[in-house]
């Protein structure tokens, strides 16, 4: 693989001291509840209150957004919708006969108390807040409480609030960072606890989430944003520059690689990129510059070496741009989510054609999924045996038990199918 520019960028040391600080925050949530949750909204969000944000408030918020942003959260929502819906049908309650007189089967359940994150950070993302709550509610969740981090004595963003209100959330909270986390996660009066917590954030958000990971389910582990692109000759250098410089302008931690099947492509995309920069508004272009300086990739190198590290990387955001990228696929096996040609440029999958995009990073794609509406789905296995089922299963069982040392467990299955 031949590198033009060629970047590894160690995060270890912002790493080391966000996990220092978010155990401290857990542990003071966890032993003087709301008191600290206040106290840390207060020094990191210059944010006093009150917390809970009530339904009125989000549809004002709706009331008073621009005709033009409503519309597009309109689409957006209408396609998530769509997909997620698809997705719950592929769940329906069965059961089998393994073997005569044996039967079993799986319930598919919603979890029954769901928090979503809706970061507001440096960008405010009701995009998120549709991603997330969307799945929840086409998975019949009962409970969807919302938290996003005020921004300031305002609270939380008008356009996120606003989204609230157009999804029809009535628990929100103006509460963000390792404490709101935190909050949630435990129970701290007057906030009940939930069972998941979903949806990305910064590293203290999702340091906090690994640290109570067990005590709440989570949806993941999310690091800074990622795309890799996958160009032949065929694909535009001014697309594939917007592409990069669409993740890196996320975070200055944010990774932006193109892998180009020939060397013409990636000298002109590489160029392409230079001048996008020039042109992006100024905090855009800094933010996207120093992620791009100091993370991002361009190399030369076959189909097959690109399928190789792709597959090593396991990125967030992968783009085949491609003359033909269905025939190229299946080379491809470890990615959040993939983008097949020369217009599916990956913010469209941030926004509004219906895809998720709270998407695994950091390689987890390796072993998991991005958030889809069987997140929020528990299957629930049953068993059912007649005698004559019993029968036929409790010598196996009672040897297998007595193997184990396990004398009740033998004496369970012989007391139901051997001969006393």
């Not at 068993?383 to 004559?388: F, I």
């Not at 019993?390 to 193997?403: D, H, K, M, R």
Request: with cysteine; charged share 20%.
């Amino acid at each position: 693989m031949n590198y033009l520019k060629n970047v590894s960028p160690s995060n270890e040391p912002i790493l080391s001291a966000a996990r220092q600080s978010t155990a401290a925050i857990v542990q003071a949530v966890r032993q003087r509840g709301w008191s600290a949750v206040q106290e840390f909204s207060a020094r990191y969000d210059g944010f006093s209150g009150p917390f809970r944000i009530p339904r009125e408030r989000a549809v004002e918020a709706l009331s008073a957004m621009s005709p033009h942003v409503r519309t597009a959260l309109e689409t957006a929502v209408s396609n998530v919708r769509t997909f997620h819906r698809l997705q719950r049908n592929l769940f329906r309650d069965c059961t089998w006969e393994i073997t005569p007189g044996v039967g079993a089967g799986l319930r598919f359940l919603p979890v029954e108390n769901v928090a979503v994150y809706v970061p507001g950070g440096r960008y405010p993302l009701p995009s998120t807040a549709v991603m997330g709550i969307v799945a929840a509610q086409e998975a019949g969740v009962p409970r969807i409480a919302v938290l996003s981090p005020p921004r300031g004595p305002e609270g939380i963003h008008p356009v996120v609030l606003g989204t609230l209100g157009l999804l029809g959330i009535e628990e929100i909270w103006a509460l963000g960072g390792a404490q709101g986390v935190a909050a949630l996660a435990l129970g701290t009066s007057p906030v009940a606890k939930v069972d998941m917590i979903v949806g990305p954030g910064n590293v203290y958000v999702t340091e906090a989430k690994r640290l109570l990971f067990g005590e709440v389910g989570i949806d993941g582990l999310a690091g800074p944003s990622e795309v890799l692109v996958v160009a032949d000759e065929t694909a535009s250098p001014d697309l594939i520059a917007a592409d990069l410089l669409a993740q890196a302008e996320h975070d200055p931690l944010a990774r932006s690689i193109l892998l180009a099947l020939d060397e013409k492509t990636a000298s002109a995309s590489l160029a392409a990129t230079e001048r996008l920069l020039e042109a992006l508004p100024e905090e855009n272009a800094r933010i996207a510059r120093e992620s791009w300086s100091t993370g991002g990739v361009v190399a030369v190198c076959t189909l097959e070496e690109a399928a190789a590290f792709a597959n090593r990387l396991a990125p967030e955001h992968l783009e085949l741009a491609l003359a033909d990228p269905e025939s190229a696929l299946p080379l491809f096996t470890a990615y959040g989510a993939v983008f097949l040609g020369h217009f599916s440029a990956e913010a469209f999958g941030d926004y509004v054609a219906g895809t998720n995009h709270i998407l695994p990073t950091e390689g987890r794609a390796r072993f998991g999924g991005g958030l889809w509406t069987g997140t929020f789905l528990r299957p629930l296995q049953q068993l059912r045996l007649s005698r004559e089922g019993a029968e036929a299963l409790a010598e196996a069982g009672n040897a297998l038990a007595t193997a184990e040392g396990l004398a009740a467990h033998a004496l369970a299955m012989a007391r139901r199918g051997l001969p006393s």
